[in-house]
């Protein structure tokens, strides 16, 4: 945790059962009126004071803007996948700071993952929450499910810039290499990016894929997990288009 986000609009509090305020004391070791990047869900952080009460709480005492992390022009669709990979790209998709995700059952995936708790308990929005608070960051993507991969397409496509870039990682069929694909896009900020289960694409995705304007792009030559194989992605998009942030000041 590298800064403290608490509910969107709720005041700067933290209850003594709070497992944040745990953290705070115990890992981070705060002192009463030391000092934390902390805020609310979607709005800008500040460097706040941490006063200690008598009850066991804590509430923030803002003191000044923070540096605000930019976010990076992606829109995520992936398949459904494994609980504990599905929490893995929640979270590295806040820490990236993409702008929208979307999950959706793919044609070789397996129709239970869709099923899960995660999805059902809001534990997919605890999981970007920490993945947020990893990237010292305020703002979560937007997250959505759609039906099948056409739907997530369409999805994709309504929520993105009209010129984005269309990319789907292949290991078997791709027709360029990923990050040549983005620097001879470089006019065009922005990329939907499409990834199918951890079984790859079907051959029907692919002609889909083609048919909406995707082109089928490598990764490398050795297969990778789902979850591995987006940050692979992201990072690769992060260092071909790097966004200033602002220095800290303490």
């Not at 059962?17 to 979607?42: Q, R």
């Not at 941490?50 to 803002?62: E, K, M, N």
């Not at 930019?70 to 702008?99: K, N």
């Not at 006019?187 to 002609?207: K, Q, T, V, Y």
């Amino acid at each position: 945790m590298n800064c403290l986000l608490l509910p969107k609009n709720s005041p700067l509090t933290l209850a003594p059962d709070n497992p944040k305020l745990e953290h705070v004391k115990s890992v981070l070791k705060l002192k009463d009126g030391d000092e934390i990047f902390a805020g609310t869900l979607g709005a800008p952080l500040q460097i706040c004071s941490i006063r200690y009460i008598s009850d066991g709480g804590a509430y923030l005492v803002p003191l000044r803007p923070a540096p605000q992390a930019p976010t990076i022009p992606v829109t995520l669709a992936v398949s459904y996948a494994r609980p504990q990979i599905a929490r893995r790209i929640l979270f590295e998709s806040a820490c990236f700071g993409i702008e929208n995700l979307i999950f959706y059952p793919a044609t070789k995936g397996e129709a239970d993952y869709a099923k899960s708790s995660l999805y059902t308990s809001g534990e997919w929005m605890k999981r970007m929450v920490e993945g947020a608070e990893q990237a010292c960051a305020s703002s979560i993507p937007s997250f959505q499910t759609a039906s099948s991969l056409e739907d997530a397409i369409e999805r994709a496509v309504e929520i993105s810039p009209a010129d984005s870039l269309r990319a789907a990682p292949d290991l078997y069929e791709a027709t360029s290499n990923y990050a040549d694909f983005l620097k001879a896009g470089a006019e065009r900020p922005h990329c939907i990016l499409a990834f199918g289960s951890e079984r790859g694409f079907a051959n029907s995705d692919r002609l889909l894929l083609r048919e909406k304007s995707f082109e089928l792009v490598s990764l490398g030559e050795r297969v990778l997990r789902t979850d591995t194989a987006i940050m692979a992605a992201m990072a690769i998009f992060s260092a071909l288009n790097p966004c200033k942030r602002p220095k800290q000041r303490f």
